[in-house]
């Protein structure tokens, strides 16, 4: 069972940026799309960013596009979210997620229900 660890969370000014990294436990991490999602206090987890295993698809919500670049190291078997011009509402404890099984080289998921596999999750806070 893949086990996957965030990292890079923090404290930030508006304006500012982080970040996040996503370790997986496991060589078989070039076999599957992978996606970001965060969630704020007293809301649904939703969908942030995904990418797929050759890195060569990506897609991002509406909220984060041109802002959050999504990118991954297969030979080192990390995610990462890189975050720029963050917004106080862009707080949220990020997770990253795998789907069940592997995928197609080019296909991307956004719905949370095509991921089962899920890091603990790390804290973005940003102050206005």
């Known amino acids: 069972q893949v086990q996957l660890v965030e990292s890079g969370g923090g404290l930030v000014q508006a304006g500012g940026s982080l970040r996040l990294s996503c370790a997986a436990s496991?060589?078989?991490?070039?076999?599957?799309?992978m996606g970001w999602f965060r969630q704020a206090p007293g809301k649904e987890r939703e969908f942030v960013a995904a990418?797929?295993?050759?890195?060569?698809?990506?897609d991002y919500a509406d909220s984060v596009k041109g802002r959050f670049t999504i990118s991954r190291d297969n030979a080192k078997n990390t995610l990462f979210l890189q975050m720029n011009s963050l917004k106080p509402e862009d707080t949220a404890v990020y997770y990253c997620?795998?789907?069940?099984?592997?995928?197609?080289?080019?296909?991307?998921?956004?719905?949370?229900?095509?991921?089962?596999?899920w890091g603990q999750g790390t804290q973005v806070t940003v102050s206005s």
């Open positions: 990418i797929s295993r050759s890195a060569g698809r990506t």
């Open positions: 496991v060589r078989t991490f070039t076999w599957y799309a």
């Open positions: 997620a795998r789907p069940p099984q592997s995928t197609p080289w080019t296909q991307v998921f956004t719905a949370k229900h095509q991921y089962t596999e």
